[in-house]
Every structure is written in structure tokens, then in C-alpha cells.
């Protein structure tokens, strides 16, 4: 699948999506698997946002040493 970035949207495709994500400086990388009692895709983590928190904390620690 093609990967989209988007913010906010049809609140419906984020129930089809694969993986959702929220980030910010706060929470660095927040995976949503429900929303409700609503899963979002299968109802688990995807594999982007746990590597994406990975590298993030990496890209801080060297800018921040």
C-alpha cells in the first residue's frame, strides 16, 4: 500500500489504515491501534512507528551530546 501523510482527515480512513500514528515533540511517537472501542486496522502496533520512535531518540541523543 501506499503510504499517506495527512493531517486530520475522514476520521473513517483511520479505521482502514494499516498502521496510525501521532507525533509530536511531547509524546515523540504515539502508535493508535483503537480508538473507542473501535480498532484501528488489525487493532495492533505497525511497524513504522516503533522504528520511527527508534530513530528519533537516536537523531536526539546525538544532536543533544
Known amino acids: 500500500r501506499k503510504r499517506q501523510e495527512r493531517p486530520g482527515g475522514n476520521w473513517r480512513e483511520l479505521?482502514?489504515?494499516d498502521e496510525v500514528f501521532v507525533t509530536?515533540?511531547?509524546?515523540?511517537v504515539m502508535?493508535?491501534?483503537t480508538i473507542g472501542s473501535m480498532?484501528?486496522?488489525?487493532?495492533?502496533?505497525?511497524?513504522?512507528?516503533?522504528?520511527?520512535?527508534?530513530?528519533?531518540r537516536e537523531l536526539v541523543s546525538?544532536?543533544?551530546?
Open 39 to 56: 480498532k484501528v486496522g488489525r487493532g495492533k502496533i505497525g511497524p513504522v512507528a516503533p522504528l520511527l520512535l527508534m530513530r528519533y
Open 62 to 65: 546525538r544532536e543533544g551530546s
Open 15 to 17: 479505521f482502514l489504515a
Open 31 to 33: 502508535p493508535i491501534s
Open 24 to 28: 509530536n515533540a511531547l509524546i515523540e
